[in-house]
C-alpha cells in the first residue's frame, strides 16, 4: 500500500485518487486484491470514496486483454465494490452492474443481507421503481430481488419496472429451461439461489429436482400479481421481433394451468391461426403452443375438418402434434379415408408410423368380435379400412407396403377370391407378365447445337463476338473487359475508372455497346498491347510456382490470361481486319473448319494480317476435322501482324499443320484421393467443401500439333499442364467454368475443375455453371462426372435438376461415361462427400428418362459398400429401393448386386434390410423367369422380364 498512501499526499483529499485505485482494480478484474484493499481502507476513506461515486459513478478503466472471462471479473468486481461502498440501497440499485447476477449471485445476495433489512428493502424497491430503455439488462434484477423478497416479506407495488423485470426473468426462463439460452457464450440452465430458514443461501436447479415449468412459476409470490399485465388479445398477435413473454409456449401454458388465461381460448386461437398456414417458423412455434397446452382428443372432436386441413397443409412440426390427438377423437369413416390419403402422400416417417399403428389395431378391432383393441379403438367400415391401407400399398417404403398388404388379407378373410387378382395388387398364378419400358440405354440424342449469327466486318464483329460468347450466360464477360482496361494501362487508369463508374450508374453494360464506347474514346496502340501481354506474361506463375507475382493479377488462369490477352490484340485489330478468326460459329463456341477456311480465304483477298492470340483461340475452338482435309488450306497466304515475313508464322500454313496433326489433344485427368494439395492461395482450396477428393488436370495427353513457341504472347503455361496450384482459383472477374468452356469447348473436364472449384466455394453459380460442362464437345473423363456426382447430390433441388439436365445431355452426346461416374461415387462415399438419398433420388430420374444404364453401375456399387459396412449407413435403403424397381429391366449379365446376399441374411427388420431382402428376392424371380421358357403371349419381343 505504499504507492497507495504516496498518492494520496499528492493528490489531496478530494477522494478522486481512491476511484482512481478502484477503476484500476475493476479494469483488471482482480478480486483477491479487491478484498485487500476494500480491507485497508479506513473509516473516512470509506465515506469520501462513496460521495465520489454517488456524484460521478465508477468509469471503467481498461487495461490489456479482451474475453469472456475477464468481462466477468470485471462485472462481479464491480458489482461487489457497488454493493459494499454505496451508502443507500437506492444508490446500489442505480449503479449496479446487473449482468453480475448471472455470474455469482450467491455472493451479492449475502453483501446485500449483510447490509440490514433497511439497506436491502431500499435496494429492492429503487431496483423494481422504474423500467429500462434495455429490457434485456433487466434480467438480474429479478434474480436478486426474488429470493430477497421471500426473506423481507416485502409485497412491492406492480410498477412498470416490476413488469419489465419479470417479463425478462420468465423469457430468460423458458429458453434456460429449453437449453438454449447463452450468457456470454456459456450455456445456463434454469436455476435460483433461495434463502433458508437459517439464513444460508441454497442454488436450486429445478430440472435436476423432477420439477415442471408450471411448478417453477408457483414457487414466485408475484407471479399472480404480474402474469395477468402480460396478456394482450389477441394472446398470440403476430409479431416481428421479439416474442412477447405471453407467447412463450411454457409461460402460456403455466398461465393456463394457474387459471389465468382460458386454455380453451389458446388452443382455439393456436387453431385458427394455423389454418391460415404462415410461414414455417411461425407453425413450427404454434406447434410447440399447442405441445405445451397439451392438446388432446376433446380439444379437436368438434374440429375433424379445421385439424385434416392442418395436416394437410403444414409443416410437418403441425402435423406431429396434431395426428395422435385427431386419431383419438373417434374419427368418421371418411375423415380417416381422408387422413390417410393425406399423411401418405406426406413424408414425414413418424407420422406414417403412427397412423400405420393406428390402422392396425382398427383393423383387428373389426375383424374381431370381442378382443381388447375394440376397447380403446373405434370400429371403422371394412371399406374405410381398406381404402386407408389402400394408399399405403402405394408407398415406396416397402416395409410399410408389406404391413398394409397383410392387414388388406387380414380384412379379406372370408371374402371370396378376385379372379382379376389379389387386392394386394399381386399378380395371381398364370396371370401375364408386365411389360416393362426399355430404360437401360433408350436416351434420345442429343438436339444439333444452333449456329451462331453471322456478324459485320471491322468493329461490328469484335464486338458482336465478345458479346454472344465471352458475355454469356451473365455479367462475367462485361467485368472482365473493363477490369482488363482498368487494370492494365496507367495512363488510361482514372478516365476508364470514371467510365465505368457512370456505366453502373446508367445501369448500360452491354459487352458490345461498352466495348465500342470505348474504343471510340480511349486510343489503344500497340504499347499498350505489349505492356498488358508483358504483364501477363510476369504475373503468371511458372510450371513450378504456386504463387501469382503480382498482387493486381491475383487468381488469374492460363485461360483468363489469354482470353484478356487476346481481347487488347482483337482492339488493336479491329479496324483493320474483315473478322475474327475466333468468332464461334456455334452456340457452344465451337468454330467450324468451313467457317475458319472461309475467314482465311477472306483475310488473303483482303491482304489482311492475322493477330497471334485470334488464330490461337481459332485453333482451339476448332471442331474435330479428318487429317485429309488439310490439304484445302493451300494455295493463299495470310501473314501475322507486327511480324516479320516468316512463313512459319502465316495463319494457313499454321492451320494446315494443326489439322493435319490431329488438332487439339484431348485433356489428361484422374482422380486423386489423398492428403489436400499445398494452398497456393491461403485459402484451403486444395479441397473440395472441405474433403481431399480432387481431380488432377494435368495437361494434353500429347504433343500440340503446332509448337507453343509460334504463340510467344500465350500464356505460358497454357499447355503445361493445368495444376492444382492454378484449378482451384478463384477470381473476381469470373474467368473460370464459362469462360473455360468458350475457350476450349473440347477440353470438357478444365471446366468441369472450374465447376468444381465454384461448388466448393458454395457459389450461387453452381447449377449454372454445369450447364456449361454439358455444353462442351469433348469426352467427359474424372472431373466430369466428378462434377456431376457433386451436383446429383447437392442439398438444393435445383442443383439436383440442373445436374440431372446435364447429366441426359452429356449422355445424349455419347460423353458419359458409366464407369467415371461409379469411380466418382465411390471416392465421395470414401470421403464422406456423397449424400445417399439424394443420389440415389437424382439418378432415378435419369433411368426414368432412359439413361438406367448409365447409372446402374454406379448404384449397385454404391449399394455394396454400403452393405459391406458393420453399421448400416443412412440412405441404403433409399439406394435399394431404387435398385428394387428397376432391376426388371436391367440385361442379366448387370443384374448381380455383390453382397446383396450375405447383407440380406442379417437379423433385424430395419427399413435397409427389408429393402435388401426384397430386392435379393425380385432378382432370384428375374432369374427363374429367364430360365423359363416364355409362352407368355402379347409380350413384345424385346422387353424386359
Not at 416490476?162 to 437449453?179: C, E, H, P, V
Not at 378373410?413 to 396371370?431: D, T
Not at 432370384?924 to 419381343?941: I, K, Y
Request: aromatic content about 6%; some cysteine; hydrophobic content about 45%.
Amino acid at each position: 500500500m505504499e504507492c497507495r498512501a504516496l498518492t494520496r499526499g499528492e493528490a489531496g483529499m478530494d477522494g478522486q485518487w481512491l476511484v482512481d485505485e478502484l477503476a484500476d482494480l475493476v479494469a483488471r478484474g482482480d478480486g483477491a486484491a479487491f478484498d485487500t484493499w476494500l480491507a485497508a481502507l479506513s473509516s473516512d476513506e470509506r465515506v469520501r470514496l462513496a460521495v465520489v461515486l454517488d456524484a460521478s459513478g465508477m468509469p471503467r478503466r481498461q487495461v490489456g486483454g479482451y474475453g469472456r472471462d475477464l468481462y466477468n471479473r470485471q462485472d462481479l468486481v464491480e458489482a461487489r465494490a457497488v454493493l459494499e461502498l454505496a451508502e443507500t440501497g437506492r444508490s446500489a440499485a442505480k449503479r449496479l452492474p446487473w449482468d453480475a447476477a448471472e455470474i455469482d449471485p450467491v455472493v451479492l445476495l449475502a453483501m446485500i443481507d449483510s447490509r440490514g433489512q433497511e439497506w436491502a428493502e431500499e435496494f429492492v424497491l429503487a431496483a423494481l421503481a422504474a423500467p429500462s430503455r434495455f429490457p434485456w439488462q433487466r434480467l438480474g434484477v429479478t434474480v436478486l430481488c426474488l429470493p430477497l423478497l421471500a426473506r423481507l416479506g416485502v409485497r412491492p407495488p406492480v410498477t412498470a419496472g416490476l413488469i419489465q423485470a419479470w417479463s425478462a426473468y420468465y423469457s430468460a426462463a423458458a429458453a434456460k429451461w429449453d437449453g438454449t439460452f447463452e450468457f456470454r457464450g456459456t450455456p445456463k440452465r434454469l436455476t435460483q439461489p433461495w434463502f433458508m430458514e437459517d439464513g444460508n443461501i441454497v442454488v436450486r436447479d429445478y430440472r435436476a429436482e423432477g420439477l415442471d415449468f408450471t411448478a417453477v412459476c408457483q414457487l414466485d409470490p408475484l407471479f399472480h400479481d404480474v402474469a395477468p399485465h402480460w396478456v394482450t388479445r389477441p394472446l398470440l398477435e403476430p409479431t416481428e421481433g421479439l416474442r412477447p413473454v405471453i407467447q412463450l409456449p411454457l409461460v402460456l401454458a403455466a398461465l393456463a394451468d394457474g387459471a389465468l388465461v382460458p386454455r380453451e381460448e389458446a388452443v382455439d386461437e393456436a387453431l385458427t391461426r394455423l389454418a391460415a398456414i404462415p410461414r414455417p417458423a411461425e407453425q413450427q412455434h404454434l406447434a410447440k403452443i399447442l405441445r405445451a397446452l397439451q392438446i388432446g382428443p376433446t380439444d379437436l372432436a368438434d374440429r375433424h375438418a379445421l385439424a385434416l386441413s392442418i395436416i394437410s397443409a403444414g409443416h410437418g412440426s403441425v402435423s406431429a402434434v396434431l395426428l395422435g390427438p385427431l386419431l383419438e377423437s373417434r374419427l368418421a369413416d371418411e375423415d380417416l379415408e381422408e387422413l390417410a390419403l393425406v399423411v401418405f402422400a406426406r413424408k414425414e416417417k413418424k407420422q406414417r408410423t403412427q397412423l400405420m399403428s393406428y390402422l392396425a389395431r382398427a383393423a383387428k378391432a373389426a375383424t374381431a368380435e370381442q378382443t381388447a383393441a375394440r376397447s380403446v379403438t373405434p370400429v371403422h367400415d371394412r371399406q374405410a379400412l381398406v381404402t386407408a391401407l389402400g394408399a399405403a400399398t402405394e408407398l415406396d417404403d416397402l416395409r410399410v407396403r408389406q404391413r398394409a398388404a397383410e392387414l388388406l388379407d387380414l380384412l379379406e378373410e372370408g371374402v371370396p377370391p378376385n379372379p382379376q387378382g389379389s387386392a394386394g395388387g399381386q399378380l395371381g398364378p398364370g396371370s401375364l407378365e408386365v411389360y416393362v419400358p426399355d430404360l437401360w440405354n433408350s436416351l434420345p440424342p442429343a438436339a444439333p447445337v444452333a449456329r451462331q449469327p453471322l456478324f459485320g466486318s471491322g468493329i461490328e464483329a469484335f464486338t458482336a463476338a465478345f458479346s454472344a460468347v465471352e458475355a454469356r450466360p451473365g455479367n462475367a464477360g462485361e467485368e472482365a473487359l473493363l477490369a482488363c482496361y482498368v487494370a492494365s494501362v496507367p495512363r488510361h487508369r482514372r478516365e476508364i475508372g470514371k467510365f465505368f463508374a457512370s456505366l453502373r450508374r446508367e445501369r448500360a453494360f452491354d459487352a458490345g455497346l461498352v466495348s465500342r464506347a470505348l474504343l471510340d474514346r480511349f486510343r489503344w496502340s500497340q504499347t499498350d498491347h505489349e505492356q498488358l501481354v508483358r504483364e501477363l506474361r510476369e504475373t503468371l506463375p511458372q510450371p513450378h510456382e504456386q504463387r501469382s507475382r503480382s498482387s493486381r493479377w491475383t487468381g488469374l488462369t492460363p485461360v483468363g490470361a489469354l482470353l484478356v490477352a487476346r481481347l487488347s490484340e482483337a482492339q488493336l485489330l479491329a479496324r483493320h481486319v474483315p473478322c475474327l478468326l475466333s468468332t464461334p460459329s456455334l452456340e457452344n463456341g465451337v468454330v467450324t473448319f468451313e467457317d475458319l477456311l472461309g475467314r482465311l480465304r477472306v483475310y488473303g483477298s483482303a491482304r489482311a494480317r492475322h493477330g497471334e492470340l485470334d488464330l490461337l483461340l481459332a485453333l482451339l475452338r476448332l471442331e474435330p476435322v479428318p487429317p485429309a482435309r488439310a490439304a484445302e488450306l493451300t494455295g493463299f497466304a495470310v501473314p501475322r501482324a507486327n511480324a516479320p515475313r516468316d512463313t512459319r508464322l502465316d495463319a494457313v500454313a499454321l492451320a494446315r499443320a494443326w489439322v493435319s496433326g490431329g488438332g487439339l489433344p484431348p485433356l489428361r485427368s484422374e482422380f486423386w484421393v489423398g492428403p489436400p494439395v499445398p494452398d497456393p492461395y491461403g485459402r484451403n482450396m486444395g479441397r473440395i467443401q472441405g474433403t481431399p477428393t480432387v481431380v488432377r488436370v494435368s495437361g494434353p495427353a500429347a504433343a500440340l500439333p503446332v509448337h507453343p513457341s509460334y504463340f510467344p504472347s500465350a500464356p505460358p503455361t497454357l499447355f503445361l499442364g493445368v495444376g492444382e496450384s492454378e484449378r482451384h482459383v478463384s477470381t473476381t472477374w469470373n474467368l473460370t467454368a464459362e469462360l473455360a468452356a468458350s475457350v476450349v469447348p473440347s477440353w470438357r473436364d478444365l471446366t468441369a475443375s472450374y465447376w468444381l472449384e465454384s461448388h466448393r466455394a458454395h457459389s450461387k453459380d453452381g447449377p449454372r455453371l454445369l450447364g456449361e460442362v454439358a455444353r462442351c464437345t469433348g469426352p467427359g473423363g474424372p472431373a466430369t462426372h466428378l462434377a456431376l456426382a457433386h451436383g446429383l447430390s447437392a442439398p438444393a433441388p435445383d442443383s439436383r435438376q440442373c445436374a440431372v439436365d446435364a447429366a441426359l445431355e452429356i449422355a445424349g452426346q455419347g460423353a458419359f461415361s458409366a464407369p467415371h461416374l461409379r469411380e466418382a461415387t465411390l471416392a465421395m462415399q470414401q470421403t464422406g462427400e456423397l449424400t445417399r438419398g439424394r443420389f440415389a433420388g437424382a439418378c432415378e430420374q435419369i433411368a426414368l428418362a432412359g439413361g438406367l444404364g448409365a447409372v446402374w453401375p454406379a448404384l449397385s456399387a454404391l449399394a455394396t459398400a454400403l452393405m459391406a459396412e458393420p453399421k448400416v449407413p443412412t440412405g441404403t435403403a433409399d439406394v435399394l429401393a431404387v435398385l428394387r424397381r428397376h432391376c426388371a429391366a436391367v440385361p442379366t449379365d448387370h443384374r448381380c448386386v455383390e453382397g446383396l446376399e450375405a447383407f440380406a441374411e442379417r437379423r433385424g427388420s430395419s427399413k435397409a434390410l427389408t429393402e435388401a431382402r426384397a430386392l435379393h428376392a425380385a432378382l432370384a424371380d428375374l432369374a427363374l423367369a429367364d430360365a423359363a421358357p416364355r409362352t407368355a403371349r402379347g409380350v413384345p419381343s424385346g422387353a424386359g422380364s
